[in-house]
């Protein structure tokens, strides 16, 4: 234990970064039984309160769970690796893999509370999109859950004039996804930006990912470019910050 009479951090901390550094050692793996409440009140001396907020930090941290009348243990879910760029280029996508593969190996991923609807777009996606405002976009919302944990929220946003009547207006738009069905239709990604920042989510999105409490959100905005540069998607992704690391391998 650090020397208590030097350290300035309030006692929960203290503890909570001692059950961190166990944690990232080895000490504890996932799946492990943490120390409980009255296992930290003898071991630092401290009052109920304090040991369960030291617990309650690596909850909302995402490194621990509580299970009902068993005790907080070490959470055994992996964290997603997104791979931003390999996952966008078309040797993936234009095989009939979906974007999303690349992320996730041979773990089950499934995607619900699948909506496509039409609106009408306002100023902001009609100026990402270079459409005219209130013009018809084709709105695709899904939910990506992975091993039983939902981890993302996804709204795309393509002009109607695009995909309106083909596969992309529909829930499955087939192997490959939308961006080799926009392909197909002569509007080939050929690049993509993508904006990332991060937010304390909305309640909406709390209850959606079955956030613990504390735990925030990455947003990241990708637009997707044809070779003439018109962007033809705008793709608002809301994730689980607790669940991914993003990865970027390029070349200097």
Sequence with gaps: MA???????????RI???????????????????PGENDLMEAYGVARMTARQALSVLRDEGLAEARKGAGVFVRSFRPIRRRGI?????????TGRSVWSADIEERALVVDQIEVTEAPAPARLAEAL????DAPLCVRSRRFVLDDKPVLLSVSYLPASVAAGTAIATPDTGPGGMYARLAELGCKPAHFREEIRCRMPTADESQRLS????????????TAFTEQGQA?????????SGSYVLEYDFDA
């Design 3 to 13: 020397d208590q009479g030097t350290d300035r951090r309030p006692k929960y901390r």
């Design 16 to 34: 909570a970064d001692e059950l961190r550094t166990a944690i990232d050692e080895g000490r504890y793996g996932p799946g492990d039984r943490l």
């Design 86 to 94: 390999p996952r966008l280029a078309q040797g993936h996508w234009g």
């Design 130 to 133: 270079g459409i005219p405002e």
């Design 211 to 222: 956030l613990t409490a504390g735990t925030p959100v990455i947003l990241i905005y990708r």
């Design 232 to 240: 033809v998607e705008l793709n608002e992704m809301t994730l689980d």
